[in-house]
Structure formats: C-alpha cells, structure tokens
C-alpha cells in the first residue's frame, strides 16, 4: 500500500481517491472553502482568501509528508497533520472535493478530521474516505494505537460519520486549541469493527436539552453519567 493513493467505493459504488494536495489544487480548495458548513465547523480561516489555500496546500500540507518519506512520521510524537485530498476520479462528479487528514498528538493516538464541499455531501464520500483513514491508520507505516475524533459541539453530520465507522462515543471534552470549547469525542482501536455502532446517546436530543448552539464554549456541560474528561494536547479538528 501506498500511502500517497488510497483507494475506496462509497456504499453506492462511486470510485474514491485519497493523494496528497498538489499546486494544482489552490484554487479549487479556495473555491471549497468558501462554503459557510466548512468554516462553521473546522479551523479553516474565516473569511477564506486564496492565500489561505496557498498555505494550507503549499505550505501546511508537505511537511507531515516528507516526514513520511524520510520514514519519520510517528504517532507516537505530536505533528503536524498528514493530509489527503478527497478526490473523485471519474463520472459527473470528477475533481477535488474534500480534505481528510490524521494529526499525531502523541501516545500513538492520531486525531482524525475531514470537510467536504457542499456539492458532495450526503453520498457517503465522508463516510468512505473516514472509514478508509481508520483502516490506513492502524495498518503499517502508520500502526497507531487509537484514533480519536473531536467534534464542536451540535456537529452533527459529523457525528454520524464517527458513529457510522465505529467509533465510540466518549463524551464531551474541553479542547484548549479551541479557546477550551467543549467538543464532542469518540474512539476507535485496532481490531474494532468498522461498523455503525448502536451505543451511541442521541447527540440531538442532548442538544434540545441544553440549548446550546454550536460554538458555545459559555453553554452547558452536556456530559452524560460515564462521560470521560480528556484535555487535548493540541489542536482540534
Ligand atoms: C461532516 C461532513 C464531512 C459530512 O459529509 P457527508 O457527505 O454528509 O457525509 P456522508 O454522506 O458520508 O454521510 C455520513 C452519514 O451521515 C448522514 N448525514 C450526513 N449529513 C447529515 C445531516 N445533515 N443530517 C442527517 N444525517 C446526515 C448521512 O445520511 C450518512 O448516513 P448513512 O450512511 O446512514 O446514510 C460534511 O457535512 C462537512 O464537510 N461538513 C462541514 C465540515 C465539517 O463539519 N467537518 C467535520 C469537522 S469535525
């Protein structure tokens, strides 16, 4: 396997590529993130100026992979975030639609994170791609030992993808990369079904309850009895 070109269906058949940003992608993930749900939900900056895209795509996005070529990268040291583009390499939707990338942040624990364009969404392109970095994530080179996912809280969309892969929920954690915004988290580890898992507390409805909107780091703890408290080391998603 290389780990530059990863390959997947979705559920309906819909060929997927996973490669690395190249120059060639500025402008189209400039033109990505101007879509508000990516911006709501993620640390892109808001507003988004193409040299935005220059930096993430130039700048961001090689280092973590010639850490890989030089057979550097490590799950068990904090990192920077090693990225694929979500591509879709033929049919009417062809092109750049996303971005996927596991963070190392040490403990052998890779943070997994992922926007996708809006003209993409609801095909299981997000769910393919997550269920395809888990499976990435614990085979060699990168042989982690847990995948985590973090969430803002009210992300739903999100969650369903976690839930859908087979994460577990663990609860709500304060995140000091995120100004100690509480998000949402979950693990997955080795040999863990890939599967939708049914244990999960209806997100929804927690939200209702405490009426907290999305962002809110002011808003109500929504920690449920056996909830773990976690503090990130680094960054959120
Ligand atoms: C999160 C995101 C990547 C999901 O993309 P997507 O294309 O909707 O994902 P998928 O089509 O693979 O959907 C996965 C599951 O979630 C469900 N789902 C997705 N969006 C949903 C929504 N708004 N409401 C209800 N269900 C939803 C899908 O039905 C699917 O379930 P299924 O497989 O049982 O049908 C996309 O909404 C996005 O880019 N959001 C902005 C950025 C973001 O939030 N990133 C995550 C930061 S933690």
């Known amino acids: 396997m290389t780990l530059r070109h990863l390959a997947t269906t979705t559920r309906d058949g819909l060929p997927l590529v996973l490669s690395p940003f ?10 990505l993130c101007q879509d508000p749900e990516v ?8 507003p988004y100026p193409r040299s935005a895209a220059e930096e993430f795509v130039l700048r961001s996005t ?3 992979w010639e850490a890989v070529d030089a057979g550097a990268f490590d799950a068990n040291r904090e990192g920077p975030e090693l990225t694929w583009a979500i591509r879709v390499p033929e ?4 092109g750049l639609w996303g971005s996927s990338g596991l963070r190392p942040l040490g403990g052998g624990v890779l943070e997994i994170g992922y926007w996708l364009g809006a003209g993409a969404r609801g095909r299981g392109i997000a ?7 888990v499976e990435t994530a614990f085979a060699w080179p990168l ?12 992300n739903l969309p999100s969650a369903r993808i976690a839930q859908r892969t087979g994460f577990a929920y663990a609860g709500v954690t304060r995140n000091p990369r995120c100004g100690d915004a509480e998000s949402w988290s979950a693990v997955i580890r080795p040999g863990d079904p890939i599967a939708p898992r049914d244990d999960w507390p209806d997100l929804s409805a927690g939200l209702a309850e405490s009426s907290c909107e999305a962002h809110c780091p002011g808003g109500r703890p929504m920690t449920r009895p056996g909830d773990q408290e976690w503090v990130l080391p680094t960054a959120c998603s």
Not at 91 to 94: I, P, T, V
Not at 127 to 133: H, T, V
Not at 143 to 154: I, P, S
């Open 91 to 94: 049919g009417e939707l062809a």
């Open 127 to 133: 769910r393919a791609a997550a269920a395809l970095l």
């Open 39 to 46: 911006r709501r939900w993620t640390t892109v900056p808001d």
């Open 62 to 64: 090689p280092p973590a």
């Open 143 to 154: 042989n982690a030992d847990e995948v985590r996912w973090y969430a803002a809280l009210g």
């Open 22 to 31: 190249t120059a060639d992608d500025v402008g189209r993930v400039h033109e």
